[in-house]
Antibody
Framework: QVQLVESGGGLVKPGGSLRLSCAAS????????MSWIRQAPGKGLEWVSY????????NYADSVKGRFTISRDNAKNSLYLQMNSLRAEDTAVYYC????????????WGQGTLVTVSS | DIVMTQTPLSLSVTPGQPASISCKSS???????????LYWYLQKPGQSPQLLIY???SRFSGVPDRFSGSGSGTDFTLKISRVEAEDVGVYYC?????????FGQGTKVEIK
């Protein structure tokens, strides 16, 4: 079955950096676009970024453009999110999600990893 | 960005009774390919969101048939025919017609 396991979250100071990872299993990772979606504490869902199956195409929400970089390693079945210049408003649970092949939507979600930006 | 507006924001339902959630988008979600890019997710307490409905009315694998979606253009509805205790959580609609997805604010469903 599809499994997505995020890691790398934690407490970081404003202006700091963090790299999130998502380990995928149960499907052919290299066949799927992947995405990061976040949820601030007690708030709703916000799309962050996505990447094509071959890494040739990426896109970012305006709120993170220029600060976050999405990448993947198909040989390692892993998705990454490099987060730089972190701000308090980046505090959230970050979910990794597999995008459906026959549509354009997050089909399966991981359990999430919490990023807290605070001094 | 497309704005997704859900009503109500909370709902308290007696088990066995129906429930309905509305979602309105600021732009039509009908694509030139004929598909309508509207989705419904449920986030149960302490869990990550799970897909319920895709493209307005198609139930995802394993989703009980008491869940149904309908609508077109900018107005959509999620209905639960008979609410069960396991249906509690926050329901989100999402648009996928644009590159950048946007979600509704969420509707919290509780059991009376």
């Amino acid at each position: 079955q599809v499994q997505l396991v995020e890691s790398g979250g934690g407490l970081v100071k404003p202006g700091g950096s963090l790299r999130l990872s998502c380990a995928a299993s149960g499907f052919t990772f290299s066949d799927y676009y992947m995405s990061w979606i976040r949820q601030a504490p007690g708030k709703g869902l916000e799309w962050v970024s996505y990447i094509s199956s071959s890494s040739s195409y990426t896109n970012y929400a305006d709120s993170v453009k220029g600060r976050f970089t999405i990448s993947r390693d198909n040989a390692k079945n892993s998705l990454y999110l490099q987060m730089n210049s972190l701000r308090a408003e980046d505090t959230a649970v970050y979910y990794c999600a597999r995008i459906a092949r026959s549509g354009w939507y997050p089909q399966f979600w991981g359990q999430g990893t919490l990023v807290t930006v605070s001094s | 960005d497309i704005v997704m507006t859900q009503t109500p924001l909370s709902l308290s339902v007696t088990p066995g009774q129906p429930a309905s959630i509305s979602c309105k988008s600021s732009q039509s979600l009908l694509h030139s390919d004929g598909k309508t890019y509207l989705y419904w997710y449920l986030q149960k307490p302490g869990q990550s969101p799970q897909l319920l409905i895709y493209e307005v009315s198609s139930r995802f694998s394993g989703v009980p048939d008491r869940f149904s979606g309908s609508g077109s253009g900018t107005d959509f509805t999620l209905k639960i025919s008979r609410v069960e205790a396991e249906d509690v959580g926050v329901y989100y609609c999402m648009q996928g017609i644009h590159d950048s997805w946007t979600f509704g604010q969420g509707t919290k469903v509780e059991i009376k």
